[in-house]
C-alpha cells in the first residue's frame, strides 16, 4: 500500500489569497489525483496530476483556479487560487495502487477561508 | 437522480446489534464496486471490494445486485469501533475510466 504525506494539514486563509497544498508519495505511481470533501459531501474529483503532462481537470475546475504541478512520480501539488469562502473545505490527494478502484489517501487539508 | 445514492443516516446502533446499509447506482454499465471507511477527520480507506458472488470479511458482508443496481454492506455483531461514515464507490468507462463516489452513510454505535 501506498503511504501519502499531505501538508499542510491545516490552514486559516484570507480571502483573496492562494494556498499550494503538497502530496508526496512514498513509491512511484503514474497518476496522482486531487479530491476536494466539503462537509456532508461525496468526494469530489478536481484533477487527474499525470507526470510530464498537463493536469486533467474535471466539469466545473479549471486549471486557472486549480494550477497542478506534477515534477515527478512521487509528488504533486494543488493550489488553490485567489480563494474565496466557498473554498472552505477538505482537500485530499490520492493515488491508485494494488488494482483499480483501491484508493489511497492523504490525510487532508482542512482550508479555511476567512 | 445522483449517480451514486446512499441514505446519509446518521444510523444509530446499540453495541452488538446488526446493521445493513445499500448503496444504489444509476449505470447499468458500473463495473466495480467498493465500501471505504471514512473516520472523523480522517482520510478514506478501502474497506471492502464488492464481488459479484458476495463476499465477506470477518464481521462484514458486502453484496452486488446488478439487477437492481444496488450494493450492500452488512456489519454484524457491531463494535463501538465501528463508527464511522461508510462510503460507497462504483466505477465506471465512459469516455475515461471514473470513479463515483456516494455521500456516505453515517454510522454512530452506542454503548
Known amino acids: 500500500s501506498a503511504v501519502i504525506s499531505q501538508k499542510p494539514s491545516r490552514d486559516i486563509c484570507q480571502r483573496g489569497t492562494s494556498l499550494t497544498i503538497q502530496c508526496q508519495v512514498d513509491?512511484?505511481?503514474?497518476?496522482m489525483f486531487w479530491y476536494r470533501q466539503q462537509p456532508g459531501q461525496s468526494l469530489t474529483l478536481i484533477a487527474t496530476?499525470?507526470?510530464?503532462?498537463?493536469?486533467?481537470?474535471e466539469s466545473g475546475f479549471v486549471i486557472d483556479k486549480f494550477p497542478i504541478s506534477r515534477p515527478n512520480l512521487t509528488f504533486s501539488t494543488l493550489t488553490v487560487s485567489n480563494m474565496s469562502p466557498e473554498d472552505s473545505s477538505i482537500y485530499l490527494c490520492?493515488?491508485?495502487?494494488?488494482?483499480?478502484?483501491?484508493?489511497?489517501f492523504g490525510e487532508g487539508s482542512r482550508l479555511t477561508v476567512l | 437522480r445522483k449517480e451514486v445514492e446512499q441514505d446519509p443516516g446518521p444510523f444509530n446502533v446499540p453495541e452488538g446489534a446488526t446493521v445493513a446499509f445499500n448503496c444504489t447506482y444509476s449505470?447499468?454499465?458500473?463495473?466495480?464496486f467498493f465500501w471505504y471507511r471514512q473516520d472523523c477527520r480522517k482520510e478514506p480507506k478501502l474497506l471492502m471490494s464488492?464481488?459479484?458472488?458476495?463476499n465477506e470479511d470477518g464481521r462484514f458482508t458486502a453484496q452486488l445486485n446488478r439487477a437492481s443496481q444496488y450494493i450492500s454492506l452488512l456489519i454484524r455483531d457491531s463494535k463501538l469501533s465501528d463508527s464511522a461514515t461508510y462510503l460507497c464507490?462504483?466505477?465506471?468507462?465512459?469516455?475515461?475510466?471514473?470513479?463515483?463516489w456516494g455521500a456516505g452513510t453515517k454510522l454512530i454505535i452506542k454503548p
Open positions: 490520492s493515488v491508485e495502487d494494488g488494482g483499480a478502484g483501491e484508493l489511497f
Open positions: 513509491s512511484q505511481v503514474t497518476m
Open positions: 496530476a499525470n507526470q510530464g503532462s498537463e493536469a486533467t481537470y
Open positions: 449505470n447499468s454499465a458500473s463495473q466495480s
Open positions: 464488492v464481488y459479484s458472488s458476495g
Open positions: 464507490v462504483v466505477t465506471q468507462m465512459d469516455s475515461n475510466y471514473q470513479l463515483i
